[in-house]
Nanobody, 127 residues
Framework: QLQLVESGGGLVQPGGSLRLSCAAS????????VGWFRQAPGKAREGVSC????????YYADSVKGRFTISRDNAKNTVYLQMNSLQPEDTAVYYC????????????????????WGQGSQVTVSS
């Protein structure tokens, strides 16, 4: 069974940073594309950033470009999301997802292509 566990969320002041981790168990993450998604109260889930398994190509939503960085450490079976210059509008529950097959890395984020979701990690940006 594919299991993903997010960690690293919390409360941070505007302008601060957090690093989210998505750890996989029960399977090797290196053959999966992985994405980070978020859902704020009353809003639809949106794709934030995705990274391919093959060539490490990435996709970022316009709202996070230049502030967030996705990376993967296959030796640790973990994907990270470094979030800098956080703003109140970044407040949401952040989920990671893994997909064994995708059409494009952009489509994984935009069309929610995935085999499995994690349980989510709350990120709150507030002074």
């Amino acid at each position: 069974q594919l299991q993903l566990v997010e960690s690293g969320g919390g409360l941070v002041q505007p302008g601060g940073s957090l690093r989210l981790s998505c750890a996989a168990s029960g399977f090797s993450l290196d053959s999966y594309a992985v994405g980070w998604f978020r859902q704020a109260p009353g809003k639809a889930r949106e794709g934030v950033s995705c990274i391919s398994s093959s060539d490490g190509s990435t996709y970022y939503a316009d709202s996070v470009k230049g502030r967030f960085t996705i990376s993967r450490d296959n030796a640790k079976n973990t994907v990270y999301l470094q979030m800098n210059s956080l703003q109140p509008e970044d407040t949401a529950v952040y989920y990671c997802a893994a997909a064994s097959s995708i059409t494009t890395i952009q489509n994984m984020c935009v069309m929610y292509e995935r085999d499995s979701w994690g349980q989510g990690s709350q990120v709150t940006v507030s002074s």
